[in-house]
């Protein structure tokens, strides 16, 4: 059975440093992409970026390009989602997911962690 | 805003069908067979419901299907249950450095 753990929830405040992770099981971990996707208090979902943990090939959404880094451990089977100096507008639920790759472009989310959320308050 | 266009709200009674509606451009939704749709629950994380514009996963009812027309792609629901009401987000690969972009979610209510 595939899954994708996530680690627990995170209370912060603005200006220090998080790393988040996400375990993939019942799967190889290094053949598929893995994305993180954010979801800020009642709104919608926003494509963060990626990993392919085979090679470590990283892309970002412009949105996000400079403010995260997304690296990965393939030993371990799990791949990470850091902020070296959080703000308040951080605050949000933060999803890891499988990402297929279908015809050489990234496609669609088949499985989902349970979710981080993630607090930033003074 | 996002980058895909979806109506706020859409609602129908037990039984009936609701269509909604995914509004990209020749960039994302219209050049590319890449059209995925997302069910969210409250407090949940997404499930995929459709995948490569009107594939259904494997455990996804019958009752959800996808299609698409020039840059606009469609989620219907036939045969509204009351478990269906949650929200919905469309999702599209996107050229030029986006890769990849949602729309803002369709909350479906089940009167």
């Known amino acids: 059975e595939v899954q994708l753990v996530q680690s627990g929830a995170e209370v912060k405040k603005p200006g220090e440093s998080l790393k988040i992770s996400c375990k993939g099981s019942g799967y190889s971990f290094t053949s598929y992409w893995i994305g993180w996707v954010r979801q800020m208090p009642g709104k919608g979902l926003e494509w963060m970026g990626i990993?392919?943990?085979?090679?470590?090939?990283?892309r970002y959404s412009p949105s996000f390009q400079g403010q995260v880094t997304i690296s990965a451990d393939k030993s371990i089977s799990t791949a990470y989602l850091q902020w070296s100096s959080l703000k308040a507008s951080d605050t949000a639920m933060y999803y890891c997911a499988r990402q297929m790759n279908t015809y050489g472009y990234l496609s669609y989310f088949d499985y989902w962690g349970q979710g981080t959320l993630v607090t930033v308050s003074s | 805003q996002s980058a895909l266009t979806q109506p706020a709200s859409v609602s129908g009674s037990p039984g009936q069908s609701i269509t909604i509606s995914c509004t990209g451009t020749?960039?994302?939704?219209?050049?590319?067979?890449?059209v995925s749709w997302y069910q969210q629950h409250p407090g949940k994380a997404p499930k995929l419901m459709i995948y490569e514009v009107n594939k259904r996963p494997s455990g996804v009812s019958n009752r959800f299907s996808g299609s698409k027309s020039g840059n606009t792609a469609s989620l219907t629901i036939s045969g509204l249950q009351a478990e269906d009401e949650a929200e919905y987000y469309c999702c599209s690969y996107a050229r030029r450095g986006t890769f990849v972009v949602f729309g803002g979610g369709t909350k479906l209510t089940v009167l």
């Open positions: 020749s960039s994302d939704v219209g050049s590319y067979k890449l």
């Open positions: 990993i392919y943990p085979g090679d470590s090939d990283t």
